[in-house]
C-alpha cells in the first residue's frame, strides 16, 4: 500500500492541474451563480425623497436579507432594462411598485415585506396625528407586550421549502466536479491493469487487498480533501451562512466521498479502457447533477418522471441530506435515510466492481 501511495502522489506532483482545476472551477462557479455572499437578495431601491417613502427605506435597510442600492428613480428604470435579472423597488409617498421581469416566490414575498411595511407606518402616522407622539408612544409599549402570546409553525416542516441561493450553488457544483476527481483517480486502476503494472506488482508480494486498499484510500482522500477544502474556504473566508452544521457537513461529505469512489470503480469494472470510462463518467455526471438537484432545487421541478428518477443519482443523497442538516437545520439522525443509502451503496457498488474487475483480469490472462 505504501507503495501505491507513493506512486500515486508522484503522479500528482506530475499532474496537479487536474486537482486545482475542479477545486478552483468549484469555487468559482458557487460564488458567481449564488448570487450573493451570504444569500442575501440584491436589491435595487429609488424614493421620490417624501417622508413615508424614506421611512419605507430606512426599515427596509435595517433587515438582513437584503443588499441594498440606492438609485434615483430614472437610474433605476435605466439599469432594470439594461439587467433584465435585477429586482428594483420604487417607493413613493402611497404606494409602490416592484420592478422585476418575472413573478417569482422572491418576488411575491418582497411585495407582502413592503406591504406590511407601509401599512405598519401608516398606522403610526393615524395614531399620531389623532393623539400625538405621546399616544403613540403608549401604543408601541403595549404592542412590545401582547395581551396574547402567538406562536407560529408549520404543521410539517419537513414539506416547508426553503431556499438558500448561496448554499444551493456552493453544494451542487462541490457535488457534482468532486464526481470527476475522484472518478479520474479511480481510473489509475484500469490504467494499473492495462498496463500490466497491477501484476507486477502481485509478483512483488503485495495482496490484491493491499492494491485496492491503496488505490481507493488513496482517491477517497483527495476526493474528500478537495470537498472540505471548498467548505472551508466558503465558511470562513466567503462568510456562507451554514446555519452552525458545518461539522455535519464533513461528516456527509465523507459518505459522499465514499459513495462516488464505490460508483467510479463499478464504472470502469464495466469498461475495457480509460477513454471509454471517462465518456461514460462524462455523460451520468451531467445527467446525476440535473435529477440529483445539483443545478436547481428538486422543490420546483413539476415532472413526476424527473422526480422518480432522483433516486438513481448519488448527487441526489449528499445533495438532500446537506441541505436538510443546514438549511432546514436538522441532525444527522434525521438525514439518516439519505447516510445509510450512500453507506450501502457504496459497500454493494464496491463489492461489485472489485468482483466485476477479477473476473475480467483472470479471463483477460486465460485469453492469453
Request: proline letters at 1%; aromatic letters at 12%.
Given at each position: 500500500?505504501k507503495g501505491t501511495w507513493i506512486a500515486r502522489l508522484q503522479n500528482l506532483k506530475r499532474k ?27 436589491l435595487l431601491i429609488a424614493t421620490d425623497e417624501s417622508k413615508m417613502s424614506k421611512e419605507v ?312
Amino acid at each position: 500500500m505504501k507503495g501505491t501511495w507513493i506512486a500515486r502522489l508522484q503522479n500528482l506532483k506530475r499532474k496537479p492541474l487536474i486537482l486545482i482545476s475542479m477545486t478552483i472551477m468549484t469555487i468559482i462557479f458557487a460564488y458567481v451563480l449564488s448570487g450573493s455572499v451570504g444569500s442575501k437578495l440584491s436589491l435595487l431601491i429609488a424614493t421620490d425623497e417624501s417622508k413615508m417613502s424614506k421611512e419605507v427605506l430606512e426599515r427596509i435597510q435595517i433587515e438582513e436579507d437584503y443588499a441594498i442600492t440606492v438609485l434615483s428613480e430614472q437610474e433605476l428604470q435605466d439599469t432594470i432594462k439594461e439587467k433584465r435579472d435585477t429586482i428594483g423597488v420604487l417607493l413613493n409617498e402611497k404606494t409602490y411598485s416592484v420592478l422585476a421581469d418575472t413573478e417569482s416566490d422572491v418576488v411575491r414575498n418582497l411585495s407582502l415585506n413592503v406591504e406590511t411595511i407601509y401599512n405598519e407606518l401608516a398606522f403610526q402616522y393615524q395614531i399620531i396625528d389623532v393623539g400625538g407622539e405621546s399616544k403613540w408612544e403608549e401604543v408601541e409599549k403595549g404592542l412590545e407586550n401582547p395581551a396574547f402570546q402567538i406562536k407560529e409553525s408549520s404543521m410539517d416542516e419537513s414539506k416547508v421549502f426553503r431556499y438558500d441561493g448561496a448554499l444551493q450553488s456552493l453544494f451542487g457544483f462541490m457535488l457534482y466536479f468532486v464526481f470527476y476527481t475522484i472518478s479520474i483517480n479511480v481510473q489509475f486502476i484500469l490504467e494499473d491493469k492495462r498496463s500490466g503494472v497491477w501484476n507486477r506488482l502481485k509478483l512483488a508480494s503485495i495482496s490484491r487487498f493491499q492494491l485496492y486498499f491503496g488505490h481507493l484510500s488513496f482517491s477517497y482522500l483527495i476526493g474528500l480533501v478537495q470537498m472540505l477544502l471548498v467548505i472551508f474556504v466558503f465558511r470562513f473566508i466567503v462568510g456562507t451562512n451554514m446555519y452552525g452544521g458545518l461539522w455535519k457537513v464533513s461528516v456527509i461529505c465523507s459518505f459522499y466521498v465514499l459513495l462516488v469512489m464505490a460508483f467510479s470503480l463499478f464504472v470502469i469494472s464495466l469498461v475495457k479502457t480509460v477513454s471509454q470510462s471517462s465518456v461514460i463518467i462524462s455523460l451520468l455526471s451531467v445527467a446525476f447533477a440535473m435529477i440529483g438537484g445539483a443545478y436547481w432545487p428538486l422543490e420546483i421541478v413539476q415532472s413526476e418522471g424527473l422526480l422518480a428518477m432522483k433516486w438513481l443519482s448519488p448527487i441526489y443523497y449528499g445533495m438532500e441530506a446537506l441541505k436538510r442538516v443546514t438549511i432546514y437545520g436538522e441532525t444527522l439522525s434525521d438525514v439518516w435515510t439519505y447516510v445509510s443509502m450512500m453507506l450501502l451503496l457504496g459497500v454493494i457498488l464496491l463489492a461489485v466492481g472489485i468482483t466485476l474487475l477479477e473476473k475480467r483480469t483472470e479471463r483477460y490472462h486465460s485469453s492469453e
